[in-house]
Nanobody, 122 residues
Framework: QVQLVESGGGLVQPGGSLRLSCVAA????????MGWYRQAPGNQRELVATITSGGSTNYADSVKGRFTISRDNAKNTVYLQMNSLKPEDTTVYYC????????????????WGQGTQVTVSS
């Protein structure tokens, strides 16, 4: 089994910064893409940023220039550096690992973390 463990959420003032981390734990051979999504109550889950194993990144327009996604393939870890945070960034952030190949299995799978709350408020 593969588990995604997120950390780094919390309360920050507008204009402040937070860094989210997500570790994929388990018997993993490789992970294609990892990313962050967010979901406010009553809304659909939306993409924040993704990064492939080769380092290609994709960002939502609303976070371009403020958020930076990075990844440590050796540690199966993805990070989200969030700067210039705004109140509208307040919501739960979810880590995702896509096309995860477990050792001994030829079938890829998709996994989600449990979510971490980010609150931007003065």
């Amino acid at each position: 089994q593969v588990q995604l463990v997120e950390s780094g959420g919390g309360l920050v003032q507008p204009g402040g910064s937070l860094r989210l981390s997500c570790v994929a734990a388990g018997s993993i051979f490789s992970i294609n893409a990892m990313g962050w999504y967010r979901q406010a109550p009553g809304n659909q889950r939306e993409l924040v940023a993704t990064i492939t194993s080769g380092g290609s990144t994709n960002y939502a327009d609303s976070v371009k220039g403020r958020f930076t996604i990075s990844r440590d393939n050796a540690k199966n870890t993805v990070y989200l550096q969030m700067n210039s945070l705004k109140p509208e960034d307040t919501t739960v952030y979810y880590c995702n690992a896509d096309r995860v190949y477990r050792r001994g299995s030829s079938l890829p799978a998709n996994y989600w973390g449990q979510g971490t709350q980010v609150t931007v408020s003065s």
